[in-house]
T-cell receptor
Framework: AQKVTQAQTEISVVEKEDVTLDCVYE???????LFWYKQPPSGELVFLIR??????QNEISGRYSWNFQKSTSSFNFTITASQVVDSAVYFC????????????????FGKGTKLSVKP | AAGVIQSPRHLIKEKRETATLKCYPI?????VYWYQQGPGQDPQFLIS?????QSDKGSIPDRFSAQQFSDYHSELNMSSLELGDSALYFC?????WGSGSGNEQFFGPGTRLTVL
């Protein structure tokens, strides 16, 4: 069975601090995708990044960076120099590449990490 | 760029009533997914449609049904509503397999259903 674990329920930091959100996943598939989504208080789900299981290259996008390690089944997310606008719930998610119905797999989300950045 | 459209954005119903949520995927997207997110919870997969056929089923109650129409829009029908059905309902869509999108699901803004 597939599972995503985000052990940190809530994190509170002061502006300009760096913060890392942890994500550990379980799957028996050899081909799968990993995602991070941001959900601000307004409620929409904002796509941040997608990684496929064959691409372990780390990625940096501005203040955001992601570390994907298959050996530890982890896909961690780091925000450098956090800002108040980063306050949100962050979800890590996993999907199989394709399901038996022929479509691409649905997302399995972790419980989310609520990040509060204080000025 | 076109996004996933959901209507209505907010809906208030009484217990035991019915509700219909609508989703219009991005043009050329062939798969539609429905998710339910309860207060303080993570989104849970309900059901998906691929080329207008039900593709996969998650934790969708028997009181709920869904379908995808010839124009690819989808509707989630909910009957005998219960207090516990109060949630944010998201629709998402994806490009066809092999398009290079890597199963990136584009989410709509959600429909917030409140059952009183």
């Amino acid at each position: 069975a597939q599972k995503v674990t985000q052990a940190q329920t809530e994190i509170s930091v002061v502006e300009k601090e760096d913060v890392t959100l942890d994500c550990v996943y379980e799957t028996r598939d050899t081909t799968y995708y990993l995602f991070w989504y941001k959900q601000p208080p307004s409620g929409e789900l904002v796509f941040l990044i997608r990684r496929n299981s064959f691409d372990e290259q780390n990625e940096i996008s501005g203040r955001y960076s992601w570390n994907f390690q298959k050996s530890t089944s982890s896909f961690n997310f780091t925000i450098t120099a956090s800002q108040v606008v980063d306050s949100a719930v962050y979800f890590c998610a996993l999907s199989e590449a394709m399901n038996y119905g022929g479509s691409q797999g649905n997302l399995i989300f972790g419980k989310g990490t609520k990040l509060s950045v204080k000025p | 760029a076109a996004g996933v459209i959901q209507s209505p954005r907010h809906l208030i119903k009484e217990k035991r009533e019915t509700a219909t949520l609508k989703c219009y995927p991005i043009p050329r997207h062939d798969t539609v997914y429905w998710y339910q997110q309860g207060p303080g919870q993570d989104p849970q997969f309900l059901i998906s449609f691929y080329e207008k056929m039900q593709s996969d089923k998650g934790s969708i109650p028997d009181r709920f049904s869904a379908q995808q129409f010839s124009d690819y829009h989808s509707e989630l029908n909910m009957s005998s509503l219960e207090l516990g059905d109060s949630a944010l309902y998201f629709c998402a869509s994806t490009l066809p397999w092999g398009s290079g999108s890597g199963n990136e699901q584009f989410f709509g803004p959600g429909t917030r259903l409140t059952v009183l």
